[in-house]
């Protein structure tokens, strides 16, 4: 929601400076340059990016309106975390079964909607947890294994950042091809009154304008907005992972929910009791 308001401080300190200088407003509306470097933009992007990370960039920009990992969300992870390790203490490793093979329909995860509507966390549990019950892999090479699926689930959530922001490095050039496709236009009217040739001038201006504004007040900013929240993300990621490579080694389920505790970025970072408490609560 930060970024929405964003947005609009760029907009207001742009137009109300111009406003301050006695500009006329109407001059900067200029449909033409608009679609021109919009236009432009949205075809450059579609010819550059596979449909699949254009489906996560529209996934990604919709998570800019929330508030993003709070403590909330990780309380609920080591919670939930602390109660699957708990079933595993009383009943071994077979009673996981049940929650790994139909995570869905498992008692404990449908206390936790928000960790279900996340398939990709909720893969990697399953099938971290489905690979513990089949036993037999040493805790480093189970570690090898997590690190190479976040690795990979990194590079694949990172995508669309990237996409952005050559978009955004691309606008600047896009305002000039539109300023100068203005300028053959003003060149073709070179004989006509002066008041008309300066509107045209002014118009070819405004497509640099819109270009520089677009990329660093609004694409570029964006682009490092969704490269900050997936770098977020990835500490959750992170989290799990520590649950259940403590989980592996025998630890008990508040020690490996210590262990995954400790990854957390301190700003949102759940305090010891608090987890501690958030645990016997569950038991009732």
């Known amino acids: ?13 742009v137009v109300g400076g111009y406003l ?11 449909p033409a340059e608009f679609l021109i470097i919009g236009g432009a933009a949205i075809g450059s992007l579609l010819v550059g990016t596979p449909p699949k990370v254009l489906k ?25 975390m602390y109660e699957l390790f708990n079933v595993a203490r009383k ?22 909607p928000r960790f279900l509507k996340n398939p990709s966390a909720l893969n990697f549990l399953s099938d971290t947890m489905r690979i513990i019950i089949m036993g037999g892999i040493p805790d480093h090479d189970l570690e090898a294994m997590l690190d190479l699926d976040l690795e990979t689930h990194h590079a694949e959530n990172i995508q669309p950042s990237f ?3 050559r978009i955004g490095d691309a606008l600047p050039g896009l305002g000039i091809v539109a300023a100068v496709l203005g300028v053959v236009i003003t ?27 677009l990329s660093y007040g609004f694409v570029q900013p964006l682009a490092a907005n969704l490269q900050n929240m997936n770098e977020a993300e990835g500490k959750y990621y992170i989290c799990l992972k ?3 490579l403590a989980f592996h080694k025998g ?17 949102v970072r759940p305090g010891f009791t608090e987890v501690e408490e958030a645990c016997r609560a569950s038991k009732k």
Do not use: C, W
């Open 242 to 244: 520590q649950g259940l």
């Open 1 to 13: 929601m930060i970024a929405i308001a964003g947005i609009f401080v760029v907009a207001a300190a």
């Open 251 to 267: 630890f008990a389920a508040s020690i490996a929910v210590e262990f995954a505790r400790r990854v957390i970025p301190s700003d």
């Open 20 to 30: 301050m200088e006695e500009g006329h407003l109407m001059v900067l509306f200029q």
């Open 163 to 165: 996409s952005l922001a």
């Open 56 to 80: 996560s960039l529209l996934s990604q920009l919709s998570k800019i309106l929330g508030s993003g990992l709070n403590k909330k969300a990780y309380i609920d992870l080591l919670v939930m």
């Open 91 to 112: 009943d071994g490793l077979v009673g996981l079964e049940s929650h790994v093979e139909h995570p869905e329909e498992s008692s404990i995860i449908k206390k936790y």
């Open 187 to 213: 060149m073709g009217a070179i004989g006509g009154p002066p008041e008309v040739i300066g509107h045209k001038v002014g118009a070819a201006l405004v497509g640099t304008f819109l270009g520089v504004l």
